[in-house]
């Protein structure tokens, strides 16, 4: 994961880039006007799921509720479910994983992220989690 | 043919005389039981594996359950997969195309499902049952089931079934050498013998894994009677000239248990029990064409029946006469959701004649009734000579399939 941050990104507010987290295992980035947000799966869930080979992309102009299912990913004979934490419309597709589906595995809180929803409700980020607040829920889950 | 025990002879007399409505409470109240078991008395793959997809969007979360069911003769492939690389298409029909009969008997008319697990492409007919079992995720590991069902196998004397490494089951080939861990569902007396025998493969696994619940389900080869052209079935003379996005087959010589149905459903039934204890004797509940009266279980149905879940679907791939010497041309077609996205046609030193007719983008391959007059339209201005060579082609590698009856 890249933790240099640019020049340019210091002068804006903390919240603006930093990951939320999801149960499911799915983190949002806002953008700096905080009107979209960039979702993907957290590297625990792509060391879960294994070895991505098939990448299933949402239409763009797809409308989504919080907890609908935005894509899924092929990985072991398996069909996963890839659900967005907030409603709003998809706007953007990473076309990238369409070529390269190893790019989820690669850099999955990077290159490998999935798609870009337009958001219709600010609420739905309410209740996310830090990232150290989801590093401590997924030792929780190891430990039980 | 899955035979009814007296027990659930007398709850179908018992349904037989209520009504509708008493039916559905019953059905919902089982759905939240923590272990559940159903047996499909149907032989329709798409109402089977609707009846599937219905169980894990509609069983309580933390339920865990049974489900098996057969098939009549189906090719059933991966919901990222392609139909034109995996299966022959030619052979699915033969009312429709003139298939040479085989000695002994093929299948007859077998259908195309695209399932909606991963995975890759499997035979069904009569000799096969499958099994499914739905869990919570945190239940949830790949080989936990398929290690249940060689349990269930070895307890009927076959010892030379394992899980191997891609969770598929195998029966190890050769001769018998040491004994080894009788719990060890991973390693047989035959494996370490068997260096240069491929194992046969008895059972193949594919998995779903939503936000609530995870399936797995598998095949089970018990006495198959199409083992010979099930070959013939899954090469498709298209192979050499797609290259495709999604997900690829891997092959593996099959073989049969030689084990009746009966003898199967009970052993799988008693190694179920005994990884999930109910507080009565697990009983299973039949399920059939009754439950298309679910609309959730009718969508689905309808759904996979559809020619735009089966075709549509296929992710990306280009075809290509690149490697097909005894044609004097480079065409190359890209097919984008089912469709074609572009293309060109150029001499083999690389020269470009044609492009894709803009008329001709978002043509289906599967509404294609024709690729003699398709090709004519694809290509404006080409030579009819090399349109026809073109055309011939196409009707191999992708065939036209299901026009004559179906929606």
Redesign the interface.
Same mark, same amino acid.
């Given at each position: 994961m890249n933790t240099k941050v640019p020049a340019a990104m210091l002068a804006r507010s903390f919240t603006s880039w930093e990951k939320k987290y999801t149960q499911d295992h799915e983190w949002i980035e806002l953008s700096s006007d905080g009107k979209t947000g960039t979702i993907g799966i957290s590297t625990y869930a792509a060391t879960a799921l294994g070895d991505v080979v098939y990448v299933e992309l949402p239409q763009i102009d797809t409308e989504l509720g919080a907890g609908d299912a935005l894509g899924a990913v092929e990985s072991v004979k398996s069909a996963s479910d890839i659900l967005t934490p907030v409603s709003g419309k998809v706007v953007k597709v990473n076309e990238v994983l369409e070529e390269t589906p190893a790019t989820i595995n690669k850099s999955p809180e990077g290159d490998g992220w999935i798609a870009q929803i337009e958001i219709a409700d600010e609420g739905d980020m309410n209740g996310l989690m830090s990232a150290s607040e989801y590093k401590d829920f997924t030792e929780k889950a190891e430990g039980d | 043919m899955i035979t009814l025990n007296r027990a659930c002879t007398r709850a179908r007399a018992h349904r037989q005389v209520t009504t509708r409505r008493w039916l559905s409470q019953s059905r919902l109240d089982r759905l939240a039981e923590p272990v559940q078991f159903y047996i499909s008395t149907s032989r329709d793959p798409y109402l089977n594996l609707s009846i599937e997809h219905y169980l894990l969007q509609n069983s309580a979360p933390e339920s865990t359950i049974l489900f098996l069911y057969v098939n009549r003769p189906s090719i059933i492939i #991966? =919901?990222?997969q392609n139909p034109w690389l995996e299966v022959n298409l030619a052979l699915l029909n033969p009312v429709s195309n003139d298939t040479p009969e085989t000695e002994p008997p093929g299948p007859g008319i077998v259908d195309l499902v695209r399932r @909606?697990?991963?995975? #890759?492409t499997v035979f069904h007919d009569e000799g096969n049952v499958n099994w499914t079992v739905i869990c919570p995720p /945190?239940e949830f590991t =790949?080989d936990k089931h398929a290690e249940m069902v060689v349990r269930a196998l070895r307890s009927c004397g076959i010892e030379r079934s394992r899980v191997n490494e =891609?969770?598929d089951i195998v029966l190890d080939q050769g001769t018998r050498g040491a004994d080894t861990e009788l719990e060890d569902t991973h390693v047989t007396p035959y494996t370490r013998q068997a260096a240069g025998v491929r194992p046969l493969k008895v059972s193949g696994?594919?998995? /779903?894994?939503? =936000?609530q619940r995870a399936l797995h389900h598998g095949t089970c080869l018990l006495a198959s009677p199409n083992l010979h052209i099930i070959p013939d079935y899954l090469h498709s003379p298209a192979k050499p000239y797609i290259t495709a @996005? #999604?997900?690829e087959s891997v092959s593996s010589p099959v073989g049969n248990i030689m084990l009746a149905n009966e003898r199967y459903i009970d052993a799988i039934r008693v190694k179920f029990a005994e990884m999930y204890p109910a507080t009565n004797p697990i009983e299973h509940v039949e399920v059939g064409e009754d439950w298309l009266d679910l609309d959730p279980v009718r969508q689905g149905y309808e759904e996979l029946k559809s020619r735009d879940w089966t075709f549509v679907q296929t992710?990306?791939f280009t075809i290509s006469t690149k490697a097909e010497p005894s044609i004097n041309l480079d065409m190359e077609l890209t097919v984008r959701n089912g469709a074609l996205s572009g293309g060109t046609l150029c001499r083999r030193n690389g020269e470009k004649i044609l492009d894709l007719s803009e008329q001709l983008q978002g043509q289906r391959v599967q509404d294609v009734d024709s690729w003699s007059v398709t090709v004519s339209n694809m290509f404006e201005g080409i030579a009819t000579a090399e349109a026809r060579t073109l055309a011939a082609w196409l009707d191999t590698m992708l065939p036209v399939y299901g026009r004559h009856n179906s929606k």
């Amino acid at each position: 994961m890249n933790t240099k941050v640019p020049a340019a990104m210091l002068a804006r507010s903390f919240t603006s880039w930093e990951k939320k987290y999801t149960q499911d295992h799915e983190w949002i980035e806002l953008s700096s006007d905080g009107k979209t947000g960039t979702i993907g799966i957290s590297t625990y869930a792509a060391t879960a799921l294994g070895d991505v080979v098939y990448v299933e992309l949402p239409q763009i102009d797809t409308e989504l509720g919080a907890g609908d299912a935005l894509g899924a990913v092929e990985s072991v004979k398996s069909a996963s479910d890839i659900l967005t934490p907030v409603s709003g419309k998809v706007v953007k597709v990473n076309e990238v994983l369409e070529e390269t589906p190893a790019t989820i595995n690669k850099s999955p809180e990077g290159d490998g992220w999935i798609a870009q929803i337009e958001i219709a409700d600010e609420g739905d980020m309410n209740g996310l989690m830090s990232a150290s607040e989801y590093k401590d829920f997924t030792e929780k889950a190891e430990g039980d | 043919m899955i035979t009814l025990n007296r027990a659930c002879t007398r709850a179908r007399a018992h349904r037989q005389v209520t009504t509708r409505r008493w039916l559905s409470q019953s059905r919902l109240d089982r759905l939240a039981e923590p272990v559940q078991f159903y047996i499909s008395t149907s032989r329709d793959p798409y109402l089977n594996l609707s009846i599937e997809h219905y169980l894990l969007q509609n069983s309580a979360p933390e339920s865990t359950i049974l489900f098996l069911y057969v098939n009549r003769p189906s090719i059933i492939i #991966g =919901r990222n997969q392609n139909p034109w690389l995996e299966v022959n298409l030619a052979l699915l029909n033969p009312v429709s195309n003139d298939t040479p009969e085989t000695e002994p008997p093929g299948p007859g008319i077998v259908d195309l499902v695209r399932r @909606r697990s991963g995975g #890759g492409t499997v035979f069904h007919d009569e000799g096969n049952v499958n099994w499914t079992v739905i869990c919570p995720p /945190k239940e949830f590991t =790949r080989d936990k089931h398929a290690e249940m069902v060689v349990r269930a196998l070895r307890s009927c004397g076959i010892e030379r079934s394992r899980v191997n490494e =891609r969770h598929d089951i195998v029966l190890d080939q050769g001769t018998r050498g040491a004994d080894t861990e009788l719990e060890d569902t991973h390693v047989t007396p035959y494996t370490r013998q068997a260096a240069g025998v491929r194992p046969l493969k008895v059972s193949g696994s594919a998995y /779903k894994l939503t =936000r609530q619940r995870a399936l797995h389900h598998g095949t089970c080869l018990l006495a198959s009677p199409n083992l010979h052209i099930i070959p013939d079935y899954l090469h498709s003379p298209a192979k050499p000239y797609i290259t495709a @996005r #999604g997900v690829e087959s891997v092959s593996s010589p099959v073989g049969n248990i030689m084990l009746a149905n009966e003898r199967y459903i009970d052993a799988i039934r008693v190694k179920f029990a005994e990884m999930y204890p109910a507080t009565n004797p697990i009983e299973h509940v039949e399920v059939g064409e009754d439950w298309l009266d679910l609309d959730p279980v009718r969508q689905g149905y309808e759904e996979l029946k559809s020619r735009d879940w089966t075709f549509v679907q296929t992710p990306q791939f280009t075809i290509s006469t690149k490697a097909e010497p005894s044609i004097n041309l480079d065409m190359e077609l890209t097919v984008r959701n089912g469709a074609l996205s572009g293309g060109t046609l150029c001499r083999r030193n690389g020269e470009k004649i044609l492009d894709l007719s803009e008329q001709l983008q978002g043509q289906r391959v599967q509404d294609v009734d024709s690729w003699s007059v398709t090709v004519s339209n694809m290509f404006e201005g080409i030579a009819t000579a090399e349109a026809r060579t073109l055309a011939a082609w196409l009707d191999t590698m992708l065939p036209v399939y299901g026009r004559h009856n179906s929606k």
